[in-house]
């Protein structure tokens, strides 16, 4: 089967640094996406890593490791409007087509 | 950016009643879209991807008589909840990408489905 893990929750203070893991098992691989979603609304995107290593678009880094079929993303200066759900996800191939594969996702509480 | 938009955000119907919700890509030719729907405090479960001009492809255990999805034209894609029942009740959400190899997915706002 195809799956992907994240943490559940993550709590981190205003002004820190927090760094969410994902790991996946899926079949093919064609790239890793963040996306965002508040309560109440509907995700946006954040970054891809296609190829392994450190993408960085202002304060947060996506990074990928192929080899070990794991990634994270990486949020810095935490903000208190950064507080949300955060979704990795796998763009694999389903069973007819390319389909993004999506974790759990982690909700990231941030404490004043 | 690109933009999707989607219709209505809220709708509140009589169980037994069809539901119809639109999504369209304002600014972008979505050659895909998907449709998702969310329960609270859980993941996305993909319900179909429709490719503009051609059936949709369901995902196992959704049942395509039920939720009907049209991609009429490259920047609309419709899902009719046929004969709503309250367990159909839901946060639906469509996304829309570029290619069918795209990795980057813009979302509707979602469609909040409440049946009584």
């Known amino acids: 089967g195809q799956s992907l893990e994240q943490p559940s929750e993550v709590t981190a203070v205003e002004g820190a640094i927090v760094q969410i893991n994902c790991t996946y098992q899926?079949?093919?691989?064609?790239?890793l996406s963040w996306y965002q979603q508040h309560d109440g609304g509907a995700p946006t995107f954040l970054s891809y890593n296609g190829l392994d290593g450190l993408e960085e678009t202002g304060r947060f880094s996506s990074f990928l490791s192929r080899s070990d079929s794991y990634g994270y993303l990486l949020l810095q200066e935490l903000q208190m409007k950064d507080s949300a759900s955060y979704f990795c996800a796998v763009r694999g191939f389903g069973d007819s087509n390319y389909q993004l594969i999506w974790g759990a996702g982690t909700k990231l509480i941030i404490k004043p | 950016g690109a933009v999707v938009s989607q219709h209505p955000s809220w709708v509140i119907c009589k169980s037994g009643t069809s539901v119809k919700i639109e999504c369209r890509s304002l600014d972008f030719q979505a050659t895909t879209m998907f449709w998702y729907r969310q329960f609270p405090k859980q993941s996305l479960m993909l319900m179909a991807t429709s490719n503009e001009g051609s059936k949709a492809t369901y995902e196992q255990g959704v049942e395509k008589d039920k939720f009907l999805i049209n991609h009429a034209s490259l920047t609309l894609s419709t899902l009719t909840v046929t004969s709503a029942h309250p367990e159909d009740s839901s946060f639906y959400i469509c996304s829309a990408s570029r290619g069918a190899t795209s990795e980057t997915q813009y979302f509707g706002p979602g469609t909040r489905l409440l049946v009584l």
């Open positions: 899926t079949s093919g691989f064609y790239g």
